[in-house]
């Protein structure tokens, strides 16, 4: 009996002695004086025993059976639901085997099986979070997640990811490469699906900032920043007229971050069960289970009912703005040369004035190529480069032969040397001042 349950007794005691009235029993019970005058009658049938439950010491009519208890532990085994909380245990356990089982009472299964083990809570310092943006498309958090998404059953994949900060709504995809390119794809998908934002938050990946180059010996203490030329998706956003704001630490952009925590638990273990081993199946489940689950449990009401997404205008080409942009220069032959490849103008676009004009250059996700002089885009075509004549190898002048006399004249030489005569060292002594102009 509890001190409770102690303290009503006394009270009915007190109303069956008269001490004091029903009503003001009822009113220190805080009970009606038809449930007093109730407990009244089974005191004096039952005695003390009048205050407790009936159905006390007695097991639940609700009680799951023990084949039930049995046949949920046998499934978590599995090596498939390895790592499964008790939480999304329930879930699954639901949605796939149809056995439905309270996640406190699967929580007390599962650590007497040894399946779960609980944690113990910690005190943590108080850290004030921002918060939440009033309206729906106000600020919009952007990351990349590089995971073992798939457990070493298919190829590394990336989770681009987009998370409204008003509603924690997501839009995201897995890619190969956390590249320019895919960046923008997902970009492309966001703008079509809800329109333009007011603001994307990124943090300062090479995507999003151009790195300021400094000399090793010079960090740039002290210095005023150089303004550096944007990325090609800054450039994207400019033109689309959203803001790109820049975040100082990942702790600043902390709700796709924690977004990730929970993908890279929940949306790993899913793929596990759906046996997702390529990139297409992998973004089929997230498309179709993770995302709708994702936005319809986690999502949340946001403080203002306006939407302040933007819609598309016919100022706004996707395809245009979306694309790898340069600046190329049109050559006196009327052709432009990128990436290694010569571009003819077609004869139709050509104007007087457009030699060494510069133009704008896209490089279109889908590989095409648009050449855009002004507000005009130019019809070219891949032009191939001039093969050069083969010429024929020169042939090598013959090499002079060195002259052998032969042996007739080696011995008349031979005969001109062992000649009579004066010795060298003789001609050398002759004083010429006391000689004649000739020998004799």
């Known amino acids: 009996m509890s001190q409770r349950d102690r303290d009503r007794l006394v009270a009915l005691k007190k109303a069956a002695k008269g001490l004091i009235t029903q009503r003001a029993a009822a009113a ?109 498309g106000e600020l919009v958090q952007w990351d990349t997640s590089d995971h073992d998404w798939l457990e070493g059953r298919g190829p590394r994949l990336y989770l681009i990811q987009m998370i409204d900060d008003a509603t ?14 895919e960046n923008m794809r997902l970009l492309w998908q966001y703008l079509e699906s809800l329109g333009r934002p007011i603001a994307f938050y990124t943090d300062k990946a090479s995507h999003f900032q151009t790195a ?55 949306l790993v273990k899913g793929l596990r069960v759906a046996g997702a081993t390529t990139l297409e199946q992998a973004n089929h489940y997230l498309q179709k289970e993770f995302i709708p689950w994702w936005n319809q449990h986690l999502s949340v009401r946001p403080a203002n009912a306006t939407d302040a997404h933007r819609s598309l205008g016919p100022s706004h080409d996707l395809p245009a703005s979306l694309s790898h942009v340069e600046a190329r220069q049109i050559t006196n032959d009327y052709t432009i040369r990128y990436a290694g490849k010569i571009y003819q103008i077609a004869r139709a676009d050509l104007r007087p004035g457009m030699r060494s004009a510069s133009v ?66 003789q001609v050398a002594a002759i004083d010429r001042t006391r000689t004649p102009d000739h020998f004799d």
Request: hydrophobic share 35%; aromatic share 4%.
């Open 28 to 136: 220190e019970l805080e009970l009606t004086e038809r449930h007093v005058r109730r407990l009244l009658r089974k005191l004096k049938s039952h005695g003390d025993a009048a205050v407790l439950h009936g159905l006390r010491g007695r097991e639940s009519n609700r009680k799951l059976s023990e084949a039930l208890r049995t046949e949920v532990i046998r499934i978590l085994s599995q090596d498939v639901y390895s790592g499964f909380g008790p939480t999304l245990a329930s879930e699954y356990l639901a949605s796939k085997h149809q056995l439905h089982v309270g996640r406190e009472t699967l929580r007390q299964w599962m650590q007497t099986a040894g399946l779960w083990q609980g944690r113990h809570l910690r005190h943590s310092s108080v850290h004030l979070w921002r918060p939440r943006r009033s309206c729906r």
């Open 168 to 181: 924690s709504q997501i839009t995201a995809r897995f890619v190969l490469s956390d590249s320019t390119e």
């Open 212 to 266: 300021q180059k400094r000399r090793r010996d010079d960090p740039g203490v002290d210095k005023d920043p150089v303004d550096m030329p944007p990325t090609q998706i800054g450039r994207a956003l400019q033109e689309l007229g959203i803001v790109w704001i820049a975040a100082h630490s990942p702790q600043a952009k902390g709700r796709v971050e924690r977004s990730f925590s929970t993908a890279q638990d929940r």
């Open 360 to 425: 704008r250059v896209e490089k279109r996700l889908d590989g095409t190529i648009a050449v855009r002089l002004h507000d005009r885009y130019l019809s070219v075509a891949l032009r191939e480069p001039a093969v050069k004549p083969t010429q024929a190898p020169k042939h090598k002048p013959a090499t002079k032969r060195s002259y052998v006399p032969s042996a007739a004249m080696r011995r008349s030489m031979d005969g001109i040397a062992r000649s009579s005569g004066k010795k060298t060292w």
